[in-house]
């Protein structure tokens, strides 16, 4: 392996900060007006990356951020290089990472760390033991940095961030340029903030769209997921949407367990009987007279499960889906788009409705370049670019019928998941899975702010415990809610509950989808939320946590108890002070009403019931 050194702009990636010079700079004195300094000797890429030449261009974006553009050129069309570039840094200050994929196997250190979005980019965080960042990069290319490996490495007092390119799957043709941009960001701000920045900086032109996100007057959503599980038929829930007003849902989303209630005629124009359509058609009825929105999940044209699809694309599918024993259909055939695209336009011309679920259609494909042993007419080789094309198209014939149509999230979401697909729509029903899909919650929040594209939908059983309800709503409240429940066997108690926390969830919109969101202690998983406006404090405990009496109380705080007990502690770090506040239990009905007059700095105790939570009131 050969050794490329550049001097030139700057910036040194390889032995940035190394100098004690600049130590002083990344731990003592995050924060100078002027800013940190870049060694100006050298920038280090490894590997041999003959025939191309590397050029650097340094760019400050503000203090203590900037954009590192690395260009290579060939003289010819040339195999990409393998090769690597790293950034050391002092890990004095670091005592967590953050990541958004997964660890490679290069990495290799001791630090507490949290890996589990299962990203398809990459954003990588150092920070302190307050979850205060220290170092934040990214990186993005033409190929969306589908041919980019990071990983970290533990060196005595250093932190060696690295980059590896082209290593594995490299692309199939030649190229004479390749670009690559990275951000790298120091400011001494939550980690939160530098993430949500550095996935605006990965995913610019996206966020210059107009982009679906969570709407108040089309939330909350009830789902038809849970009873349709159940075998409850179509007609059932038709008969309890009256109800649905009760609980102030907005919109409906149909499960794909419509399917089996309607018959395609695939044999001629992918059209549907319109006579097996009747109780759908009811539904719709009925929604609309409520004044509803509805959205349906659709994602059957994708699998070849037909005799005569099957024949008619013969040869022309991507990969086998083993548990459902159903072929994906390639499209990187023009005739497999079209009829894709003909499918749902048919369709929705039979049933109108506002909007379908798109948000899966990347994830029925693979992510990277896939052959076949015999081409049978393809027009595309990437399947990413032929997606686009599908994607394109179709949206293109659905907006000509419907301009407002709505086709799911434009972002991809992000995990850990509880499944193979991970990032189709899901729903829970056992408290065991809100750990999870807290953390997906979160995720997404760091990564997409208020255009957050989770979703999991959360189902009541019957038997459940108000108190659990009320918990499993906790983990999803920062997001768009999606419940599913039978109401005509519900208990009563039940009922409350939802009523409740979907009020609570409306009422305090503004600070829990739009205020400053703060998850915590990043390696454990983010036992705790914090979330502020200009007129709220709302935290959330979802394990043992202890929080900080502010000094002085200018606004409402409410501490919200998502934990399996009721011991709630503080830390008061003033004798003498007052706090009027009301503990309510997870059906919103007030169970204590008091003064607490703080003695000295010590921890203070309360017990506030699982589910429920506790209002300090201003200080007057």
């Not at 840094?89 to 490679?104: R, V």
């Not at 699998?303 to 024993?325: C, R």
């Not at 309510?584 to 009905?589: A, D, P």
């Not at 019931?609 to 300090?616: K, N, V």
Request: aromatic share 14%; proline share 5%; net charge neutral.
């Amino acid at each position: 392996m050969g050794t490329t050194w550049i001097k030139q702009g700057s910036i040194a990636l390889y032995t940035l900060f190394l100098l004690m010079a600049f130590t002083k700079h990344l731990t003592a004195i995050p924060n100078e007006p002027d800013g940190f300094s870049f060694d100006e000797k050298r920038i280090k890429i490894e590997g041999n990356i003959r025939p191309f030449t590397p050029t650097i261009k340094i760019e400050q974006l503000s203090m203590d951020r900037h954009a590192v553009h690395i260009y290579l050129h060939s003289p010819a069309p040339s195999q990409p290089p393998a090769f690597e570039i790293k950034i050391k840094f002092s890990k004095e200050n670091i005592n967590q990472l953050w990541n958004s994929q997964t660890w490679s196997n290069k990495s290799f250190f001791s630090i507490p760390s949290y890996d589990r979005a299962a990203s398809s980019y990459a954003i990588i965080s150092g920070l302190t033991i307050n979850d205060q960042n220290q170092i934040t990069f990214t990186c993005k290319d033409d190929y969306e940095t589908r041919f980019i490996n990071t990983f970290v490495q533990e060196e005595e007092d250093t932190l060696v961030f690295g980059l590896s390119f082209f290593e594995d799957n490299p692309p199939l043709s030649n190229m004479q340029d390749y670009k690559v941009d990275l951000l790298i960001d120091f400011r001494n701000i939550h980690f939160s903030d530098a993430i949500f920045e550095a996935s605006k900086w990965r995913l610019q032109e996206k966020f210059s769209y107009k982009t679906s996100y969570v709407d108040t007057t089309k939330a909350p959503v009830f789902s038809t997921w849970y009873p349709m599980h159940r075998n409850i038929p179509l007609e059932n829930i038709t008969r309890e949407l009256d109800s649905l007003s009760n609980y102030n849902f907005k919109s409906i989303f149909i499960d794909d367990g419509w399917r089996s209630l309607v018959k395609m005629k695939v044999d001629t124009s992918y059209t549907y009987h319109a006579e097996s359509l009747q109780a759908m058609q009811t539904f719709d009825e009925k929604r609309r007279d409520l004044g509803l929105n509805l959205y349906l999940w659709y994602s059957i044209p994708f699998k070849g499960g037909n005799p005569v699809i099957s024949q008619k694309f013969a040869g022309k599918y991507i990969h086998y889906k083993a548990p459902v024993q159903l072929h994906v259909l390639d499209p990187r055939y023009v005739d497999v788009r079209k009829h894709l695209i003909s499918t749902y336009t048919n369709f929705y011309k039979h049933w109108r409705f506002d909007g379908y679920w798109f948000d899966f259609l990347n994830h029925l494909y693979p992510k990277h370049t896939s052959s076949i042993s015999e081409d049978l007419g393809r027009d595309y080789v990437d399947v990413s670019l032929a997606v686009q094309n599908l994607t394109f198209h179709m949206y293109g014939r659905l907006k000509l019928i419907n301009p407002d149509i709505f086709m799911g999230h434009d972002f991809e979401s992000v995990g850990p998941n509880r499944n193979n697909n991970p990032n189709l729509l899901g729903g829970f029903v056992g408290l065991n899975s809100t750990q999870i899909v807290r953390e997906k919650m979160i995720n997404n929040r760091l990564l997409y702010g208020k255009y957050t594209p989770f979703i999991e939908i959360m189902g009541v059983h019957n038997r459940d415990k108000s108190p659990d309800v009320a918990r499993k709503f906790q983990s999803i409240m920062y997001s768009n809610p999606y419940l599913s429940f039978f109401q005509t066997t519900m208990p009563p108690d039940n009922k409350q509950t939802i009523k409740f926390w979907l009020e609570y969830w409306k009422t305090n919109y503004e600070v829990l989808l739009k205020g400053d969101f703060k998850p915590m202690k990043v390696s454990r998983n983010y036992p705790a939320i914090k979330v502020e406006n200009n007129s709220k404090i709302i935290y959330t405990l979802y394990e043992y946590f202890t929080l900080n009496l502010p000094l002085i109380l200018e606004k409402e705080l409410d501490v919200i108890n998502a934990k399996e007990s009721q011991l709630v502690n503080f830390i008061s770090s003033k004798a003498g002070l007052f706090y009027n506040y009301t503990i309510y239990n997870h059906l919103g009905i007030s169970t204590e009403n008091g003064t607490l007059k703080t003695r000295k700095k010590n921890t203070v105790e309360f017990l506030v019931p699982e589910g429920g939570f506790i209002r300090f009131h201003p200080t007057n």
